[in-house]
Antibody
Framework: EVQLVESGGGLVQPGGSLRLSCAAS????????MHWVRQAPGKGLVWVSH????????TYADSVKGRFTISRDNPKDTLYLQMNSLRAEDTAVYYC?????????WGQGILVTVSS | DIVMTQSPDSLAVSLGERATINCKSSQSVLYSSNNKNYFGWYQQKPGQPPKLLINWASTRESGVPDRFSGSGSGTDFTLTISSLQAEDVAVYYCHQYYSTPHSFGQGTKVEIK
């Protein structure tokens, strides 16, 4: 069974940093592109970033470019999102998702709250 | 950037009746080299992650009831629930993965009338 489990969220002050992790199991992690998607409270889905299966290609939404960094450790079956210079508008549930054309598997999500 | 616009924002349908959600993309998501629409539909229930229902515009994911169907090509797409069930109450999102930034529609809330 495919499982994606996010961790590392929580409350952080504006300007602070957090690193999210997404532990994958039940599939060959190194064969799939992976994505981060976020959802602000009561709002819709917003794509944040993706990374190729070997980690050589990364792309970001303009809203996070230069502040967030996506990476992966294939031997550890783990996806990461390093988030720096956090702003109040980054407050959201962050999901990792596996690429299957569309995103056919999602984690349960992890809440990041940016507030003083 | 491709903008996805869904209509309506919400709809209330009686149990057993048909529900139809439309999505329009600001540019075509049909990749001519393989004739595939890089487009999907998701269902999200409160407190849960989104669930992919329809991939490649019209391919139902494994385990998705056949009352859900997707149609359309290029820039105009439709999700149809042929006979609404109580468990279908959710927010539905369209999604393009043709080009980055990948983008979602604003969501359509489906309720029981």
């Amino acid at each position: 069974e495919v499982q994606l489990v996010e961790s590392g969220g929580g409350l952080v002050q504006p300007g602070g940093s957090l690193r999210l992790s997404c532990a994958a199991s039940g599939f060959t992690f190194s064969s799939y592109w992976m994505h981060w998607v976020r959802q602000a409270p009561g709002k819709g889905l917003v794509w944040v970033s993706h990374i190729s299966s070997d980690g050589s290609t990364t792309t970001y939404a303009d809203s996070v470019k230069g502040r967030f960094t996506i990476s992966r450790d294939n031997p550890k079956d783990t996806l990461y999102l390093q988030m720096n210079s956090l702003r109040a508008e980054d407050t959201a549930v962050y999901y990792c998702a596996r690429d299957g054309g569309g995103y056919n598997h999602w984690g349960q999500g992890i809440l990041v709250t940016v507030s003083s | 950037d491709i903008v996805m616009t869904q209509s309506p924002d919400s709809l209330a349908v009686s149990l057993g009746e048909r529900a139809t959600i439309n999505c329009k993309s600001s540019q075509s998501v049909l990749y001519s080299s393989n004739n595939k629409n890089y487009f999907g539909w998701y269902q999200q229930k409160p407190g849960q992650p989104p669930k992919l229902l329809i991939n490649w515009a019209s391919t139902r994911e494994s385990g998705v009831p056949d009352r859900f169907s997707g149609s359309g090509s290029g820039t105009d797409f439709t999700l149809t629930i042929s006979s609404l069930q109580a468990e279908d109450v959710a927010v539905y999102y369209c999604h393009q993965y043709y080009s980055t930034p990948h983008s979602f529609g604003q969501g359509t809330k489906v309720e029981i009338k």
